[in-house]
């Protein structure tokens, strides 16, 4: 293959990637955007890859037929990091994990994480509940920080806890639905001690039982990201609106699970496209600045 076929194909693969995160990426595309080219390319492989994995363990078939896939991604990983990738995102994330110096073991954490799912419904203390978040979310800050360039070894302790908060509010947000498809992620002794039961959940029933669960839930969210604001000056000037954008649009999408009374059992909670719009402009501004700032 020619120097330039080779080119032509990395670009597309790059491009395949883009378009699986422009389509599937609600939230986190308008912060990706304010990434660097470069960069920001290889934030799309790295999320399009976590896609394919967190498809296979949500979609369709039976249990054995989802972890003879997630063992064939295990194995596409392995190959593709010893230098025969196969298929676009394959491809680019090859690419990537050589370009910025990611190690394998986090890629396959992403895959430990949702295998997780096939197996296990229910969390017994937050012990167990931490250590399914770090998987599947940690482990993407952690191949984040190595995109963005950082000046600490530090900042990994915060990307760690930035992906914790964000999860963690993804399953406040998703409390009725995931319950709705038998998968409880509030830790049982947890719904215990503020005497909710999981019928209750099912059951869509807002009570101050509920509320206190709840409340409970987003003050450790919410610790989580005011713990993680010390990453953003130990990233290099150019990546630091992509992870401020992200702090900031899961921060919103917690204060609005609060402000409408924890009612996640109707309407998805979302932000409008105009608030992610105007953070994506603030966070380009913010960018232009530090960076001539820096230089």
């Not at 908060?165 to 992620?185: C, F, H, K, P, S």
Request: with cysteine; charged share 25%; proline share 3%.
């Amino acid at each position: 293959m020619s120097v330039t076929s080779k080119s032509d194909s990395l670009s597309f693969a790059y491009d395949e990637c883009q378009a699986i995160t422009r389509r599937e990426a609600r939230n986190f595309y308008y912060a990706f955007v304010t990434l660097p080219k470069a960069r920001r390319r290889s934030i799309y492989a790295a999320y399009a890859f976590s896609r394919i994995a967190d498809d296979i363990a949500d979609g369709g078939g039976d249990l054995e037929s989802k972890a003879a896939e997630l063992r064939e991604l295990r194995e596409s990983l392995r190959a593709a990091l010893n230098g025969a990738p196969e298929g676009a995102i394959m491809v680019a994330l090859a690419d990537s994990a050589a370009t910025y110096n990611i190690p394998e073991s986090l890629f396959s954490d992403i895959i430990d994480g949702v295998e997780m799912d096939l197996t296990k419904n229910r969390y017994a203390t937050f012990d167990e509940l931490r250590e399914y978040c770090y998987r599947v979310a940690s482990t993407v800050g952690l191949i984040s920080v190595q995109i963005f360039g950082y000046t600490s070894p530090e900042a990994k302790a915060h990307a760690i806890n930035l992906g914790l908060a964000m999860q963690l509010t993804n399953i406040i947000r998703d409390v009725g639905e995931d319950a709705g498809n038998d998968r409880i992620y509030i830790p049982q002794e947890e719904l215990a001690r503020f005497g909710c039961t999981e019928e209750q959940l099912r059951a869509g029933i807002i009570d101050e039982n509920f509320m206190g669960l709840m409340r409970f839930q987003t003050e450790r969210a919410r610790g989580y990201f005011m713990s993680s604001t010390d990453l953003f000056p130990l990233l290099q000037p150019h990546s630091r609106g992509c992870a401020s954008g992200l702090h900031q649009l899961y921060s919103k999408l917690l204060n609005r699970i609060e402000r409408r009374g924890y009612d996640v059992f109707g309407e998805r909670v979302s932000l409008p496209v105009w608030e992610k719009l105007r953070l994506t402009f603030t966070l380009w501004a913010t960018n232009f600045i530090t960076q001539n700032r820096s230089q």
